[in-house]
């Protein structure tokens, strides 16, 4: 029985039939008696039932006889084609009005691909079903499509076996695939001109040639029809048809949907006498189309007919193409009329309408590689410059940086310094651009570089040049870290190069540049900061290429050397390491750097990777991680002794049904490389799958949620894959508590078990990891607990923010804004207690208190309390409020780094929480921290060791501890300042699209559960 969603009731199976990927396949019969084919699929697949029944319905693929769901599963039954075009006989056609109402019903279903951003697949007459059993209507089987969204191998059109697809054949493939052009949904309106052609005259346009003339041929316009056919037609068909086939593409219809307005139009206006003699005139076979004809003197149509009859087909085609052509583009509703039987001049060759590639957008790129660009439209990397975070990053940094009442709007320290500066107060020197210009714009919006856009930050009031990103952008450099940035990287840059990135950062205090890279200067070339160097002429050609193995139709062949460097681990390291501005006052007094470390992934990466080969162990590269079928893919269960139950698969981001199979770093999956590829090889996966979901409003939820998989079995929704990123990142935990008297201790340990890098990483300042712990006594009484959040969006409880400023109004009196971006902070219930503080790094703790793996900022202040014995801050009178309201900026040197202060060491460092800020809610002016921490973070192999001493006076056991550590991509503190502070500006008129961010995007922000422990203490 059905049980909800279905259409109809499941028909009784017969015969079975060769599976298709999830699918179980079987003959059956509608209630007419008609044969069809009985899907069966599991009942978590019945979104994909429901999708196949809606495309079914709009026809294409065959899915509209109904589906449903039940006890068994979910499934949908199919329509059986009676016929196909291939399998129309020699001379076989259909009546004028017939064959109209043919090409409007695959015109409809071609143009519901169109409206739903879907592409079926190369049109092939195999694949052009004219009706079913019982049905009239035509329809498109897409066989590869369907077959690839049930995940199963492809097979030929109108196959049932498991054979690889046929390839287009030459006399149906347009004139500009036929060049090397990629084949898209234009190609199959002008394959279904073709299937028109076919149907009414009974012949393909080009047939009695040979091929190579008849792709030649298919260059120029096609023939008319046979005079005889030409007059049984309704005025307007013909003219139709041959547009539809037009050689130059811009003149025939823009759309499959205009094509099916064109055909209803027709049939509407057909007079009744049409229809009648359509109706009575219906033949099966015509006359062969190379028989002489007596010539007719009715029409220019007839005359050159009967010029041309004794002639060979070829010369047929060259008699009537320059009329024909004329015709079409001149008239529209009918053939235009000529009475001269002359041969017509020779037509000279047009140029192919698709060239060689001339960009490399994901449009351009995607009817080759569509596997490769849809994974990459749901990844970070297209979305690395539109991230609402990151835009409103860059804008505070741009606005208040540096800003008084001589730099109004900000210096615009990251951006390139144009005519109209911002300049330091006291040297006169300029402050625009010191930073490194584009600092952001070089590794968010690589392609940017191709072609620059971005205007040079000017000073004056109002100008255009302030605006985010985002406005100043064009639509090519907005799909961020795209195919024109991997893809035409030659190599690091190097000394000879215009580009170099940003390896030096220029002081606005004393002039003084310093290096950002010292990598250069040991043969390292192009770590950190935007380290890359982009060629177009590395892959675009303006030849064609022969195709085949190795050898790239519309582009060139990357030389060895860059393909090499694209899969090394340097070439991530250009925008994976990013070294900010001023120098770092710990990197200075621990590593001499005159710069600070804000990601530190490739760093991180090649200390491990040393250490790995150092031991004889191969280290796995980041592309061997982060492009590759690791940490593992879901199978479908096969028996009992594979089983997985929902809850353990939902934890490994599979669906009920499928269990999770882990990859070593570096397996690849198979598939084709491009549509044009013969032989399935190990493809590089193009997810890039990330710790967060994208807030920008351009990642539907959709592609967050999805619960299927591709056809690897890898997840297609990022929540599931990201789920089986972290969740296989760490080994987590409790080792033997004990009770000592009145207090219990309770280790917990923490391994970096799958990352060649620190972990968190990227970003680690914004990225929450932490331990939830429940301590509960004989009674089931809690007496302890830490890391609890009331909500999704409520802020980890070791601290308290009573207010952060974002309004910038409140000035000193030198016109610089105070406060903005600053925190007045105290303690909260879970404040750490941990010796020794893990903030400096360290392996093994104790103590209590919230265990959070996030880095942070640190500030260089001097005590306005007093100093204690230990060289501590503590408040003086009056003070004590707030954790910052006992100290006060300390003197930073930029250049050097040094930090002088009242307090020595560690002492001397307040944590400030905003990667650009203030001191506290009132004073200091927002900037830089002048100390990074990277320390918190798990590195790779290495045991963390956090032993809880928990007091637990007059309490009975035995204690049961429960504990999880869990993950968040952003504080959500960072995420209301910045909302707040986007819209204020908004408001103000400095946001022409609107604010970057706001409330609406913090849902994706929700923590997950990595990994949980439990223990029993006596």
């Known amino acids: 029985m059905s049980t909800g969603g279905g259409s109809r009731e499941r028909p009784r199976a017969g015969a079975e039939l060769d599976a298709v990927g999830r699918a179980r396949r079987f003959s059956c019969a509608l209630e007419t008696g008609s044969p069809a084919e009985l899907w069966c699929f599991e009942a978590s697949d019945a979104a994909l039932v429901r999708r196949l029944a809606s495309f079914g319905d709009a026809g294409v693929g065959g899915f509209s006889a109904g589906w449903g769901e039940d006890d068994d599963g979910a499934f949908a039954v199919r329509r059986v084609p009676t016929k196909t075009v291939d399998a129309l006989g020699k001379g076989e056609r259909l009546d004028g009005l017939t064959a109209l109402a043919k090409v409007r019903d695959l015109a409809r279903a071609l143009a519901a691909c169109e409206r739903r951003a879907v592409f079926p697949g190369p049109l092939r007459p195999a694949e052009v079903a004219l009706g079913s059993p019982g049905r009239t209507d035509a329809f498109v089987l897409a066989e590869g499509w369907i077959r690839a969204l049930v995940h199963g191998a492809h097979a030929g059109a109108g196959s049932t076996s498991g054979s690889a697809p046929s390839a287009p054949s030459p006399r149906w493939t347009p004139p500009e695939q036929a060049g090397g052009a990629p084949w898209d949904n234009a190609a199959n309106r002008y394959v279904l001109g073709l299937v028109a052609y076919r149907l009414l005259a009974g012949a393909h346009p080009f047939s009695g040639i040979g091929l190579r003339d008849a792709m030649r041929a298919a260059e120029t316009p096609p023939p008319p029809f046979d005079d005889a056919i030409a007059r049984a037609l309704k005025p307007g068909i013909q003219s139709f048809v041959l547009a539809m086939l037009d050689p130059d593409p811009s003149k025939r219809p823009p759309s499959a949907d205009a094509i099916a307005q064109r055909c209803e139009e027709l049939m509407r206006d057909a007079s009744p006498r049409d229809r009648d003699r359509d109706r009575g005139e219906r033949r099966t076979l015509s006359a062969p189309r190379g028989e002489p004809r007596e010539p007719d003197a009715r029409g220019a149509e007839v005359a050159l007919a009967a010029t041309a009859s004794g002639a060979p087909r070829w010369r047929r085609i060259a008699l009537a193409a320059a009329p024909i052509a004329l015709g079409v583009v001149l008239a529209g509703a009918g053939l235009a009329a000529s009475r001269d039987p002359d041969p017509a001049p020779p037509l000279e060759k047009r140029a192919l309408a698709r060239a060689p590639l001339q960009k490399t957008t994901a449009e351009t790129c995607a009817p080759c590689h569509a596997r490769q660009v849809a994974e990459w439209s749901r990844s970070v990397m297209a979305h690395s410059v539109k991230s609402p975070l990151f835009g409103a990053l860059e804008s505070v940094v741009e606005?208040?940086?540096?800003?008084?009442?001589?730099?109004?709007?900000?210096?615009?320290?990251?951006?390139?310094?144009?005519?109209?500066?911002?300049?330091?107060?006291?040297?006169?020197?300029?402050?625009?651009?010191?930073?490194?210009?584009?600092?952001?714009?070089?590794?968010?919006?690589?392609?940017?570089?191709?072609?620059?856009?971005?205007?040079?930050?000017?000073?004056?009031?109002?100008?255009?040049?302030?605006?985010?990103?985002?406005?100043?952008?064009?639509?090519?450099?907005?799909?961020?870290?795209?195919?024109?940035?991997?893809?035409?990287?030659?190599?690091?840059?190097?000394?000879?190069?215009?580009?170099?990135g940003n390896p030096t950062w220029t002081s606005p205090v004393t002039g003084a540049v310093f290096r950002m890279r010292p990598e250069d200067g040991v043969g390292v070339r192009g770590i950190g900061n935007s380290g890359y160097l982009l060629d177009p002429n590395l892959l675009l050609t303006p030849s064609l290429g022969r195709g085949g193995p190795g050898d790239p139709i519309v582009h060139r062949r990357v030389p060895e050397d860059s393909a090499r460097y694209l899969r090394s681990s340097e070439f991530c390291g250009a925008c994976h390491d990013v070294r900010l501005f001023g120098t770092d006052s710990i990197g200075a007094r621990d590593r001499g750097e005159h710069f600070k470390r804000l990601r530190n992934a490739y760093s991180e990466w090649k200390t491990w990777a040393d250490a790995e080969r150092s031991a004889g162990r191969q280290a796995a590269s980041c592309q061997d991680c982060h492009m590759s079928a690791y940490p593992g893919v879901c199978v479908k269960d096969a028996g009992p002794d594979v089983k997985s139950s929902a809850r353990s698969a939902a934890k490994d981001g599979c669906p009920p049904g499928f269990h999770f199979e882990e990859r070593a770093p570096g397996d690849k999956v198979r598939g084709l490389i491009a549509s044009s590829s013969t032989e399935p090889r190990p493809m590089s996966s193009h997810w890039f799958t990330s710790v967060d979901l994208p807030l920008a409003s351009e990642f539907p939820d959709a592609w967050a949620n999805e619960t299927t998989l591709d056809a690897s079995g890898v997840p297609v929704g990022l929540e599931a894959r990201r789920a089986q990123l972290l969740r296989h990142t760490f080994a987590f935990s409790i080792g033997r508590g004990a009770r000592v008297g009145a207090r219990l201790e309770i280790p917990i340990e923490i391994q970096n078990v799958g990352a060649g890098h620190r972990v968190p990483a990227g970003f680690s300042q914004e990225r929450e990891t932490w331990v939830e712990m429940t301590v509960r006594d004989g009674r089931g009484d809690v007496v302890y607990e830490v890391g609890k959040i009331a909500s999704d969006d409520a802020d980890l409880a070791d601290k308290v923010f009573l207010r952060v400023t974002t309004r910038d109004d409140v000035k000193d009196a030198k016109g610089r804004p105070q406060g903005v971006f600053g925190a007045d902070i105290v303690d909260g219930r879970d404040a750490p207690d941990w010796s020794p503080n893990p903030t400096f790094g360290g392996t093994t703790f104790r103590g209590k208190g919230l265990v959070n793996m996030q880095n942070g900022f640190l500030r260089c202040v001097k005590c306005i309390g007093f100093v204690d014995a230990e060289g501590r801050c503590q408040a003086g009178p009056g003070q004590g409020r707030t954790r910052a309201d006992r100290f006060d900026d300390g003197a930073y040197d930029l250049d050097t780094g040094e930090c002088r202060s009242n307090l020595s060491g560690t002492n001397a460092f307040f944590e400030t929480y905003f990667p650009v800020g203030a001191l506290d809610a009132d004073r200091g002016v927002a900037k830089a921290p002048d100390a990074i921490l990277d320390q918190r973070s798990a590195a790779p192999g290495v045991v963390l060791r956090y032993t809880y001493e928990i007091d637990v006076p007059g309490r009975a056991g035995p204690f049961t501890v429960e504990a999880r550590l869990r993950f968040r991509p952003f504080p959500p503190f960072l995420l209301r300042a910045f909302a707040d502070y986007e819209a204020r500006k908004a408001a103000e008129g400095r946001r022409p699209s609107g604010a970057q961010i706001t409330a609406a995007m913090f849902a994706r922000n929700h923590p997950i559960d990595l990994a949980e422990a439990s223990a029993k203490i006596d």
């Open 399 to 500: 606005e208040q940086v540096g800003r008084d009442d001589r730099c109004p709007n900000g210096a615009g320290v990251l951006r390139k310094a144009s005519g109209d500066v911002c300049r330091d107060d006291k040297t006169g020197l300029t402050l625009t651009g010191t930073g490194g210009e584009h600092w952001c714009v070089n590794c968010h919006s690589a392609g940017d570089n191709l072609g620059s856009t971005v205007p040079a930050w000017s000073a004056g009031s109002g100008s255009a040049s302030q605006r985010p990103l985002r406005d100043v952008l064009t639509p090519q450099a907005m799909e961020g870290i795209s195919c024109a940035v991997c893809h035409q990287t030659i190599g690091p840059v190097h000394g000879a190069s215009a580009y170099q």
